[in-house]
């Protein structure tokens, strides 16, 4: 729903306004500009000088041109075309560097109900890094923020979360993220693997066992329900859940009650729950090997976690953030051959392979130079190394060049989707060139090659 504005606010109401929010907030015109902006705002983003008056995406993002321009979704533009309020994962600078934030755009209007400008509250997403952070989620990929912005949306509601990916993509990781930034916070987190469990035994670790219930049961047990309590159960390859136990979460989901093991007093259940699993549960569904009842209790919000190959611009980010977190890791720099040679490699165990590639190769890299032989087979992987132009060439068809400028540049954004001003160094022309060049990118012309 928008907001509407009545002219009677005044300067000091729409300040007041503002100052109601502790994120930070500012009132943009219809072009772009800050026309107010709160203490939260001033502290975030006033670095470079008084904001007042700059355009958001220059103050943001330190852009000569708005979002839609450079490649991003902007939120007022879409905002302004719909008339409805719009949400958007940016990356911002900040006084802390390039952060996740959540933006939240809405229109105002005025007694006659157009548009006369709009409200922007800034969320920061606390449990991601665009930098190499030491722990938690990090990453600024396109593919990797889509994931983020689904985490950000539902991480405030009770709504039961379906993680789905491939094995090494970081499942729990971003279950810690869900049950960080929600409500229940304060309270435990409760992982259970549940690959390789019995069927005993996944009902004894979930919902505990009395003293005799059976053979070996020397005592009461809590199970891991009890433990959640006031937090969050993460059942983690929820598909390798035998079908003979399913009916029993199922019931718990739905009744909200369960009974230890051997034990006949019904107590109440207090979790939320977050489920993840690498296999196709659609088709186990279709397969009978997974209840259709379940599937729809657990999969209320599905989010789809990247692979690594589709989020290859986050390899040197992830890489410094690994070495970071890997224990007596004394790597000083990486070579530019052996970066190369990660970044190429498909990486079919995902983050957990990487992790382990790196772990292995700081063990041999003495000098604290890591390169492509200390790499093992992802450095063997890259020694022959492909003549593009040749693949370019292979054939009787020439390319134009302004196509082919056309599809370089659009893998080169894919590849670095960060800072444009440091793309363009890169590839060795001015900002303000590029920027002309993504437009034209963005509108599906030939780039000139001037």
């Not at 990781?173 to 992982?191: D, M, Q, T």
């Not at 390169?371 to 054939?395: F, I, K, Q, Y």
């Amino acid at each position: 729903m928008s907001t509407t504005l009545q002219p009677p606010l005044g300067p000091d109401g729409i300040q007041a306004l503002l100052e109601g929010f502790s994120q930070p907030a500012v009132l943009l015109t219809l072009d772009h500009r800050i026309a107010a902006a709160n203490s939260a705002y001033n502290r975030w983003y006033s670095s470079g000088g008084d904001p007042l008056d700059r355009h958001c995406y220059e103050v943001s993002h330190h852009y000569p041109v708005p979002c839609d321009q450079a490649g991003e979704q902007c939120p007022l533009s879409a905002c302004l075309r719909s008339g409805e309020p719009q949400r958007a994962l940016h990356l911002h600078h900040t006084p802390a560097g390039e952060e996740h934030v959540d933006v939240d755009m809405r229109p105002l209007r005025d007694a006659k109900g157009a548009i006369s400008g709009f409200l922007e509250v800034m969320h920061h997403v606390k449990f991601a890094s665009a930098l190499p952070a030491g722990e938690g989620l990090v990453g600024r990929s396109p593919a990797f923020n889509r994931m983020l912005e689904l985490v950000q949306r539902t991480a405030p509601a009770e709504i039961p979360v379906l993680l789905l990916g491939e094995s090494g993509t970081g499942k729990e990781l971003v279950a810690r993220a869900v049950h960080e930034s929600s409500p229940r916070a304060n309270g435990p987190f409760v992982p259970l693997e549940c690959s390789g469990l019995t069927e005993s035994l996944f009902e004894s670790e979930l919902f505990g066992h009395e003293k005799g219930a059976f053979t070996g049961a020397v005592g009461r047990k809590d199970g891991l329900v009890e433990a959640a309590r006031g937090g969050t159960l993460f059942l983690d390859e929820v598909g390798d859940i035998p079908l003979s136990m399913q009916v029993k979460l199922l019931r718990l989901l739905e009744s909200g009650t369960f009974r230890r093991v051997g034990g006949v007093r019904v107590q109440r259940a207090d979790f939320r729950l977050v489920c993840a699993t690498h296999r196709n549960l659609r088709r186990m569904v279709e397969e009978e090997s997974f209840r259709e009842d379940l599937y729809y209790r657990i999969s209320a919000f599905p989010i789809q976690l990247p692979a690594l190959r589709e989020r290859k611009g986050d390899i040197p980010l992830l890489v410094d953030a690994l070495l970071k977190r890997i224990p007596h890791a004394h790597v000083e720099r990486i070579a530019p051959e052996a970066m190369e040679c990660l970044e190429r490699w498909p990486w079919p165990g995902n983050i957990r392979e990487l992790r382990n590639v790196l772990e292995r190769a700081s063990l041999l890299a003495d000098d604290g130079i890591l390169r492509p032989a200390h790499l093992g087979e992802v450095g063997d992987g890259c020694r022959e190394r492909p003549d593009p132009a040749g693949e370019l060439l292979a054939g009787n068809e020439l390319i134009p060049l302004g196509r082919l400028e056309r599809i370089y540049l659009a893998r080169a954004v894919a590849r670095f989707p960060g800072d444009k001003r440091e793309l363009a160094r890169r590839l060795g022309i001015s900002e303000r060139t590029l920027y002309r060049k993504l437009r034209q990118l963005q509108q599906g012309e030939d780039t000139d090659l001037r």
